[in-house]
């Protein structure tokens, strides 16, 4: 398959205007703590260590590995299910429901320094053309 001199250079245009640190912090936030402090955050019921293996796509241990390391900051806490001993139930502290606050607090900030130099109705048509990007690259 031969690529085209057209492909090869809007590769490189599209990934120089990439806003790299802000997705690379996005995407930083919604793979580790980010992701189950949010989860544990807004979660209804009782969370498992297990649900949170799922939601991530990683592994029992890896998640074990990254539970272990957020109740020793503090942000979480295990306990074994009552209902079934094999079962580890995660539930977020108080430092936890700060620490999510604080990274909201932190994206949103971001945004408003954002639309400081960026008009809306240029961030509109990015976002825009950034959805109909992703569609069809997602095909």
Known sequence: ????GDAREYLEKLY???P???YSEIEATQRGFGFVLSYLEQADEEVYAGDLSKKL???TARIAALLKKMEQNGLITRCTSP???RRTVVGITPAGIASVDEMREQALHRIELLLAQVSKED???YIRISQKIKEVMNQ
Do not use: G, Q, R
């Open 57 to 59: 796509n990683v592994s």
């Open 16 to 18: 120089s205007c990439m």
């Open 20 to 22: 790299k640190l802000f």
């Open 1 to 4: 398959m031969s690529i085209s």
């Open 123 to 125: 961030l509109e048509t």
């Open 83 to 85: 209902e079934d001993a």
